[in-house]
Antibody, heavy 118, light 108 residues
Framework: QVQLQESGPGLVKPSETLSLTCTVS????????WNWIRQPPGQGLEWIGY???????NYNPSLKSRVTISADTSKNQFSLKLSSVTAADTAVYYC????????????WGQGKLVAVSS | SYVLTQPPSVSVAPGQTARITCGGN??????VHWYQQRPGQAPALVIH???DRPSGIPERFSGSNSANTATLTISRVEAGDEADYYC???????????FGGGTKLTVL
């Protein structure tokens, strides 16, 4: 059974960089798409971007200028960095596995609430 | 960019059938997936590839997709089905993953 767990600071100051890590257990990240998805309080889901095990990435155009997703295969982890954050970036951040070919998310982390505030 | 449109809310009495729509340009040519999100929980896949159920999902959940609309159908609705439901596709043109805005299902 694949499990994902987000970790990182729950509070980030405005203009700083939000950094989260997703640790994957029960399966290797050398396969499939490894995604970040966020959900502002009371709102819907927003896809942020993915890291593909072959080394490629792709990002939501609305966030592309501020987002970097990378992976450490030796630790079976992948990470999100979102720069120049504002209060609008306050959200629950989820990591999720995307299935190659079928292109849906089959495993999700429990979510990490990150608040942007001074 | 590709847009999926869902009604904000759907209400249904217990035992009745709930239908949640997801509109998108020529969605019938894409695979549509559906997630259930209960309060305080992460989303969970309930339907993939238009009408396939992951193991553990009751047969009461089904899906369809034709022309410009995909539909999630929940038969014999139970109180435990009350949740937010999101549709999702992968847009091959942009290689982006897209969610609908979500629909809150209320069981009366």
């Amino acid at each position: 059974q694949v499990q994902l767990q987000e970790s990182g600071p729950g509070l980030v100051k405005p203009s700083e960089t939000l950094s989260l890590t997703c640790t994957v257990s029960g399966g290797s990240i050398t396969g499939h798409y490894w995604n970040w998805i966020r959900q502002p309080p009371g709102q819907g889901l927003e896809w942020i971007g993915y890291f593909y095990f072959a080394g490629t990435t792709n990002y939501n155009p609305s966030l592309k200028s501020r987002v970097t997703i990378s992976a450490d295969t030796s630790k079976n982890q992948f990470s999100l960095k979102l720069s120049s954050v504002t209060a609008a970036d306050t959200a629950v951040y989820y990591c999720a596995r995307g299935i190659v070919g079928a292109m849906f998310f089959d495993y999700w982390g429990q979510g990490k609430l990150v608040a942007v505030s001074s | 960019s590709y847009v999926l449109t869902q009604p904000p809310s759907v209400s249904v009495a217990p035992g009745q059938t709930a239908r949640i729509t997801c509109g998108g340009n020529n969605s019938g040519s894409k695979s549509v997936h559906w997630y259930q999100q209960r309060p305080g929980q992460a989303p969970a896949l309930v339907i993939h590839n238009d009408n396939d159920r992951p193991s553990g999902i009751p047969e009461r959940f089904s899906g369809s997709n034709s022309a410009n609309t995909a539909t999630l159908t929940i038969s014999r609705v139970e109180a435990g089905d009350e949740a937010d439901y999101y549709c999702q596709v992968w847009d091959s043109t942009s290689d982006h993953w897209v969610f609908g805005g979500g629909t809150k299902l209320t069981v009366l």
